[in-house]
């Protein structure tokens, strides 16, 4: 079992930046790629980004160019920078870690975009 504990939400006007950190714990031998979602009210959830273990990356359209996904592999932790934000990126920000075919995932951590 692979646990992931998010932080760094909160409340930011628009421009303003956010880091979230998702740090994983328990069984964390194998986990492969690591990844950011988010849920809004009235739309489904959304893949942000993901990281391999290798550190290959990738985003979805609308944070191109303002949000960066990283990773400590000897830590195990994800982070998702975001910057230039803006109001409909306001979700519950969740972590997602792949491992053995298996997905796990964090509570959550808020994050609003006042304008």
């Known amino acids: 079992q692979v646990q992931l504990m998010e932080s760094g939400g909160g409340l930011v006007q628009a421009g303003g930046s956010l880091r979230l950190s998702c740090a994983a714990s328990?069984?964390?031998?194998?986990?492969?790629?690591m990844a950011w979602y988010r849920h809004s009210l009235g739309k489904q959830r959304e893949l942000v980004a993901v990281?391999?273990?290798?550190?290959?990356?990738k985003y979805v359209d609308s944070v191109k160019g303002r949000f960066t996904i990283s990773r400590d592999n000897a830590e195990l932790t994800v982070y998702l920078q975001m910057t230039s934000l803006k109001p409909e990126d306001t979700a519950i920000y969740y972590c997602?870690?792949?491992?053995?075919?298996?997905?796990?995932w964090g509570k959550g951590t808020l994050v609003t975009v006042s304008s």
């Open positions: 328990g069984r964390i031998d194998s986990v492969n790629a």
């Open positions: 997602n870690a792949e491992q053995l075919g298996m997905n796990y």
């Open positions: 990281i391999s273990s290798g550190g290959g990356t």
